[in-house]
């Protein structure tokens, strides 16, 4: 993968649409505007990293590891894009904020900002 927040981005999404069924190549590239080739061969490295699998049916699905990861990405965003929204930003502002903050945060700074909005 090419980076850290790549791979978030990646085992985020898959996630976020295996709660409707199965996830496919096809919907993956259209929630993160990406071609099929390139998410053909970014599942490859997150299969080759214990991240993913795909089962006979070419469907993908999260590991333990991946798993692991897509919830505290999950949780990163929804706090602080509900942080974000208190503080009186736009909800979508907010989002596409918190999907760049998100990936970067301190874990130290990230359980102080949680804790405001607890």
């Known amino acids: 993968m090419k980076s850290k927040r790549t791979t978030e981005d990646y085992v985020k999404t898959i996630y ?3 709660r ?3 996830v496919r190549r096809c919907q ?6 990406v071609s099929r080739p390139t ?3 970014s599942i490859k490295a997150l ?3 214990g991240l993913v699998y795909t089962d006979d049916t070419n ?9 692991n990861i897509a919830k505290t990405v999950e949780e990163r965003h929804r706090v602080l894009c509900d942080l974000l929204v208190r503080l009186g930003v736009d909800e979508t502002i907010a989002s596409r904020d918190a999907c ?3 990936h970067v945060l301190g874990e130290e700074s990230f359980l102080a900002l949680k804790s405001l909005t607890q």
């Open 39 to 41: 998410v053909s061969i």
């Open 59 to 67: 469907g993908i699905h999260l590991t333990e590891s991946g798993l």
């Open 100 to 102: 760049r903050m998100e």
């Open 47 to 49: 299969s080759e990293a």
């Open 20 to 22: 409707n069924g199965e």
């Open 28 to 33: 993956l590239a259209e929630c993160l505007s």
């Open 16 to 18: 976020t649409l295996s």
